[in-house]
């Protein structure tokens, strides 16, 4: 009862302090669903975040790339440069190798014409020679009246023909150093032409090397196209990222949920203080209770005390009464007048009021006694009560007592733990700092999420795409394969050689006497990888068999003559065939020198084949410049020189 004072003081503490957690309780319920939709927009406001940074890592690793692009863009104009040098000298040995094949061809012909020349000078020797030994004998006639010579006649004929003779042999020898001079040279371009076949093995790599640079110097300017966009959007997402002007209608709200908060006031910390003054003075109104209940204790013992004292002060009424009005006053009075007429004593009545006085209060402390003993074992069990109820009491303080001691020596021996709270909140502060390194990690990988799956789905449409392109690259590499020379061509080769095959012998064996025949080969066997194969591959060609009376033998062993005739027969069969598959005829044969390579049956057989043919023909022209044939053709248009130059004459 001694701390009652404190302890009210305490309560009240704890009352205020109650008061202030109910309040802040009730803060709290508003507070925490603003904190936590506060937390959910941040946290998707880190997303944003983490989503935008890694946009921004990968625009940078795009722009990486993109730089690195263009950085090879000199290097690889300036190899294209160095390609196309490289192609313009491919092109320029190209052209040069095609001159030096022409050359060749060229000097092939002109052998040809010349071994031809020099074998007709050497007939036409031999032929001199003979008519010589005709002249040597002296009874010999003219070789072209056929008339006798005299002997001056004859020796004019005989030097004229050795001086024809000499000629020819000039000739021939002239021919023969032209020969040797021309072989030299068809050897030298020969070889010039292996070495620039040589050099030229590499030009397609040069080509495709020079077309893959070229594409990727194209695609540099889709680079430099895409780097401006990407610095863009790059610049962009930096300026919103550093301005923090990402989702502004997150950032609203949670800024009007900042200005809620703010107004509410309310801090998790001074509630947590709050609670903590709250249990700390909780004793406080446990000690108030006990206080209480003495106190309602000591007002029931308070509400029975004005009894006893009305009870007192009735029974001093009543002694005043009898001392006053009572019948035994009177009664005394009237002795005492008795007395007095009866020679009354003072001190003697005085004795005797005392006594009776004293008898009287007797009578009432007896009565008053009685009513004690009455109310007497019922005020003992009360007052035993106030006094069970005062030992709770003084144990129950003794005991807070020591509880309180027991607190504060707790309380001194507690260590300080502010070092442990510091540390704490810095390992708590790493740890938010770890979190948000995981959302921002956890939005890249939903970023990279969300781009594997629109890869994914471009994936599908290249896929799609990929299997239109491929049924289309079945159709065109169907296509290609019946346009090659291994279907439709090939096929119409097949279809059409026969027929060739037969007009060619036809036209050759006129021109031949059936001395020659021709065979078209489309196929022929390929060399086998190892000698233990039963069968080869055959090898699709196009190879011209010829044979003779003396077997199969290859074109170039055949003299110019028969080349010519084979030439002339395969041409002819040739233009007539494909004339006719136009649905038309030939109308005109034109023959351009090709009787210089005749001999002289071979040159009758010629012109008998020219003849058995013209029918099927409105119009054959020949060429020739041997005048021999003038006598062969009806009509003619010669062709002459002038001094005033060329002029012609037709002859029909």
Known sequence: MSQAEDIKVAVQKLNNHRQRLQELDKLQHTVTPLLKQKQSLETELAKIKANLEAKL??????????????????????????????????????????????????????????????????????????????????ESTCPLCEQNLDESRRH?????????????????WFLQEELSVIKRDIKSLISEDRELENQLKNSGNIQQEFSRIEAQLDQAGEVKVKLKKLLKDKENVDNLINTETYGMNIQNEIRIIDKRLEKLNYDEQTHALARGEVERLRWAEIKQARIEDAIRDQKK??????????????????????????ELKQEVNKI??????????????????????????????????????????????????????????????????????????????????????????KKLKVQREKLDNLLAQKGRIEQSLSQLESLKKQQEEQEQEYQEVRKQYRVHTELS????????????????????????????????????????????AGKSGSSRKKSSKMIDTLDIIISDSKGTRAYETYSGGEAFRINFSVRLALAKLLAQRAGTTLQMLIIDEGFGTQDAQGCERLVAAINAISSEFSCILAVTHMPQFKEAFQNRIEVYKTNEGSKINLVS
């Open 57 to 138: 890592e990968q625009f940078e690793t795009l722009a990486l790339q993109y730089h690195q692009e263009l950085e090879k863009i000199p290097k690889r104009r300036q190899l294209l440069i160095e390609l196309d040098n490289k192609i313009q000298e491919i092109d320029n040995q190209k052209v040069y190798q095609k001159r030096v094949k022409e050359k060749s061809q060229e000097r092939k012909l002109t052998q040809e014409k010349l071994i031809v020349n020099q074998k007709n000078y050497t007939e036409k020797i031999e032929e001199l020679q003979k008519k010589i030994n005709l002249l040597n004998n002296p």
């Open 336 to 425: 005492e007048e008795e007395l007095n007429n009866l020679n009354y004593d003072r001190s003697y009545h005085q004795r005797i009021s005392n006594y009776i006085r004293k008898s009287q209060s007797s009578v009432v402390d007896y009565q008053k006694l009685q009513d004690v003993k009455q109310d007497y074992p019922q005020l003992q069990e009360q007052l035993k009560n106030i006094e069970i109820k005062m030992n709770n009491n003084q144990e129950e303080q003794q005991d807070t007592e020591k509880f309180i001691q027991q607190l504060s020596n707790q309380l001194e021996t507690i260590e300080d733990h502010s070092q442990e709270i510091e540390t704490l909140e």
């Open 481 to 524: 394969k019946a346009f090659s020379k291994n279907g439709i061509q090939l096929l119409m080769i097949e279809n059409v050689l026969p027929q060739l095959e037969t007009e060619t012998n036809h036209i050759l064996s006129r021109l031949t006497g059936n001395q020659f025949h021709i065979r078209f080969v489309t196929q022929r």
């Open 156 to 172: 004019h004929v005989i030097e004229k023909t050795n001086k024809q003779q000499e000629q020819l042999q000039q000739q021939i």
């Open 301 to 326: 013992i308070a509400q029975q005390k004005p009894e006893l004292i009305a009870k007192l002060e009735q029974l001093e009424t009543e002694k005043n009464n009898l001392e006053t009005n009572s």
